[in-house]
């Protein structure tokens, strides 16, 4: 039967596959969180060098983007169950290959097995799978699925700093492997069935594609600058989230308060993503890019002024509210501008995107701290990247708002 133009897919069953969806995402990246705990742990086996098990954190972000693309279509064909059940696996084999030491078989174990193939597997065809449980509230499904990695940080890092003082890294990396893989394989089973969403061939005109536009423009031309807008708010967002604990620990801070901290920053990012989602279902995909990104803008100069322990958590919980809704939002937006059947393709090559500014703004910041002693510089830099970000997304905004005027006149 046809449905009626008012007839929704949404279900009781949608909610739960998101739920379910979540609590995948919180258990995969949960695996990448122990990395950043252990950054100082790990870079004292490299004579102090943090860039080492930075790069291992930003070659996990980096290969779940590139991996994205090609498991968001195997997923397409095959399910997101069997890529769900595939990422679990590599993600474990990926945390027992980063045992064996820095700094190779840490940057193979994260870059290949864990980003590449694990959480390739995962993030992607979660996005693609769970936007297609839904049409009337699809963002806030997205910021709820989206908020795992969030969730993941503000669970695992004070599990993960006590497990590191009393085992050592190595151990904890073998632990999590088991649990991620006992938990994530039977629900992908269960619950990760067949989408409602109906996926319609494109039009054609006399055997010839119609070529669409967006906001005005080549729509290939809005999705790249979608793509290059995510690189620049993505370098500012990475930098506290991998160096939070280091730099209070630098600032005299112990480690399991930072570790707390990072908590704070994240669990708040996950609690702010769902108000952000609701946002976006009223305002937009695009509109809430911008206003996340310029919170997230103030926050990380806010970084660069605040020296106390009070100060540092009053910033982290701001910082987590403002970066919190942007991914999901540029989800929602790519749903909204563009056709359901491109979504296989368009979702996980800008979440490569993202990876890739991920990735730039992790590394950068133990780079420069390595060059510079203190992260100032990064912590700059990544306000910077932001402010662009705030220029390009908002010149967007502006022709998606005079054109909906001009449609409306």
Known sequence: MLQ????????????????????????????AWITAVALKDIAAEVDGVRAVPALASALAWLGS??????????????????????????????????????????????????????????????????????????????ALISSGSYLAGAI?????????????????????????????????????????????????????????????????VVFGLMCCAAVLCCIPMAMPQGHLVA??????????????????????????????????????????????????????????FTQDEVGLFTVSAAFGIGFS??????VLALRDLFPAREASWRIPTLLLFSGIGMASGGWLAGLLYDHFGHYAPAFAFGVGTNILNILLIGWLVMRQRSRARAALA
């Not at 133009?5 to 379910?20: D, N, T």
């Not at 809704?325 to 540029?330: E, L």
């Open 325 to 330: 809704g942007i991914i999901p939002a540029y």
């Open 156 to 220: 695992w890092p004070p599990m993960f700093e006590r497990v590191i003082a009393n085992f050592g890294w190595r151990q904890a990396m073998l632990w999590y492997a088991i649990a991620e893989i006992v938990v994530i394989v039977p629900l992908a089973l269960i619950y990760f069935s067949h989408p409602p969403e109906v996926i319609h061939p494109p039009v054609a005109t006399n055997g010839t594609a119609v070529k669409a536009r967006v906001l005005g423009l080549p729509s290939n």
């Open 247 to 304: 730099f209070c620990s630098d600032l005299g801070i112990s480690r399991t308060v930072s570790a707390v901290m990072l908590s704070v920053l994240l669990g708040t990012a996950f609690l702010s993503r769902q108000i952000w989602g609701a946002i976006s279902d009223k305002i937009g995909g695009l509109a809430t890019v911008l206003i996340g990104s310029a919170w997230q803008a103030a926050a990380m100069m806010a970084f660069l």
């Open 4 to 31: 009626t133009p008012s007839a929704s897919i949404e279900s009781k069953a949608s909610w739960v596959v998101a739920l379910v969806a979540l609590f995948v995402m919180l258990m995969a990246f949960g695996a």
């Open 65 to 142: 983007g590139i991996g994205g693309i090609m498991m968001g279509r195997i997923a397409d064909r095959i399910g997101a169950r069997w890529t769900v059940i595939c990422g679990a696996l590599m993600i474990g084999v990926g945390l027992a290959v980063s045992t064996l030491g820095p700094p190779w078989p840490l940057w193979i174990g994260h870059g290949l097995f864990i980003g590449l193939i694990g959480l390739a597997g995962i993030n992607a065809p979660l996005y693609i799978y769970v936007s297609r449980w839904f049409d009337k509230r699809r963002g806030s499904a997205l």
